[in-house]
């Protein structure tokens, strides 16, 4: 061996024995942070007990903090100097779980201060709100740092909208990195949780200037939804889930068969003609089994997204906003 790639191995070796190599492990916090799971499950599942939409909210968080930048808590981020919020993006208008956000990093820190990113904590608080409502668990990959900065721009572009077509929620899915059984098999996060009417009600008279409501739409789901979504009240939030709400099940999929996927973007998943995406659906409609394991392995596909590692980032005392500079040293806030 030359003595270039001599010194590279050690240089290599060394990092890894002071456990510093840079990437995403399942063991990353062993060490740092033992308890780390049993804290966050706790207060997860405190969560739900005041409000049975908590782990709809903190999955969303984290789908829509990898689709931006990749997985480093860049969502989370207020306006402030230097930070152009995401929420202000129309794909974040209106998110929610802040509050919880907030009450499993205060449990973290105190447990494990100034050691654990934002980023990581809506990662596994994700698998933790679709265990504790019934779905599978998987070995959540763990190591990411938070952003320093924000992107506008790259909510605005890279979010999928409710009003797409499939071709243009695959080229997003795609984008990202991710292929059409990550898209169908993400999708079915819309077991739990509830959508406002604004986002489904064009559906439901004049659907796309066709003057009759979106065929694809049940009749009968169709009149529920006129009824729970009265005029003048497009905040109203509406099952995304009709058969079981808040069970994180594959139930999902057997409404999209029957017409009755909430959002154009679900439904078009079964009824966009010749797509390979009805196969999956069928299939997942037809075996939990199948859905839950290849579930775990999307999420990891999706948490899997551009990392940011050490010495990029920083762990956020604060998960809505930027560290103050006073000790992090300069230049290592790259992105
Ligand atoms: C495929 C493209 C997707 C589109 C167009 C989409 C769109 C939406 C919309 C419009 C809402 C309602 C928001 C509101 O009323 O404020 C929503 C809610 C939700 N989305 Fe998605 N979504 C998509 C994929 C995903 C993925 C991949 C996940 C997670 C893995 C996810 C998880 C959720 C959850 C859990 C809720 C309910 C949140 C709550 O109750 O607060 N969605 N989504
Ligand atoms: C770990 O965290 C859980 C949940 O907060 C707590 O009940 C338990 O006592 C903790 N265990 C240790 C060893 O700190
Ligand atoms: C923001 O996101 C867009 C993708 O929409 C990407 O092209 C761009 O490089 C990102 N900007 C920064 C500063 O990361
Ligand atoms: C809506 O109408 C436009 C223009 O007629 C058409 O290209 C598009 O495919 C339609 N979308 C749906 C979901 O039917
Ligand atoms: C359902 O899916 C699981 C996991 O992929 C598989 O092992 C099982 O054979 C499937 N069951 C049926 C009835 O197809």
């Not at 990113?117 to 779905?135: H, K, P």
């Not at 009824?227 to 497009?234: E, N, R, V």
């Not at 999902?252 to 439904?267: E, H, I, K």
Request: hydrophobic share 40%; charged share 20%; with cysteine.
């Amino acid at each position: 061996m030359s003595f270039p790639k001599v010194a590279a191995l050690a240089a290599l070796l060394c990092m890894m024995l002071r456990g510093s190599f840079a990437q995403l492990s399942s063991t990353f916090y062993d060490k740092s942070c033992p308890n780390l799971t049993a804290v966050v499950r706790d207060t997860v599942s405190q969560a739900l007990q005041g409000d049975v939409r908590a782990g709809a909210k903190l999955i969303r968080f984290h789908f829509h903090d990898c689709f931006v930048n990749g997985c480093d808590g860049s969502v989370l981020l207020e306006n402030q100097d230097g930070v152009e919020s995401e929420l202000d993006a129309p794909g974040n208008e209106g998110i929610q779980g802040f509050d919880i956000v907030d009450s499993i990093k205060t449990a973290v820190e105190a447990s494990c201060p100034n050691t654990v990113s934002c980023a990581d904590i809506l990662a596994i608080s994700a698998r933790e709100s679709v265990v504790l409502t019934g779905g599978p668990s998987w070995v959540v990959q763990l190591g990411r740092r938070d952003s320093q900065n924000a992107n506008r721009t790259g909510a605005e572009n890279n979010l999928p909208s409710p009003f797409e077509t499939l071709d243009q929620l695959r080229a997003k899915f795609n984008a990202a990195g991710l292929d059409s059984i990550d898209l169908v098999t993400l999708s079915g996060a819309h077991t739990f949780g509830r959508s406002r009417c604004v986002f489904f009600s064009g559906r439901l008279n004049n659907f796309n200037g066709t003057g009759s409501p979106d065929s694809t739409l049940d009749p009968t789901f169709r009149d529920a939804l006129v009824i729970a979504c009265p005029t003048g009240d497009g905040n109203n939030r509406i099952a995304l889930d009709v058969a079981t709400p808040d069970a994180f099940d594959n139930a999902y999929y057997a409404d999209l068969v029957t017409n009755r996927g909430l959002l154009q973007s679900d439904q078009e998943l079964f009824s966009t003609e010749g797509a390979e995406t009805i196969e999956i659906v069928n299939r997942f409609a037809g075996n939990q089994s199948d859905f839950f394991a290849q579930f775990g392995q999307s999420m990891i596909n999706m948490g899997n997204l551009q990392p940011l590692l050490a010495p990029a980032g920083e762990i956020r005392t604060n998960c809505r906003r930027v560290n103050p500079t006073t000790t992090t040293t300069a230049g290592t806030a790259v992105m």
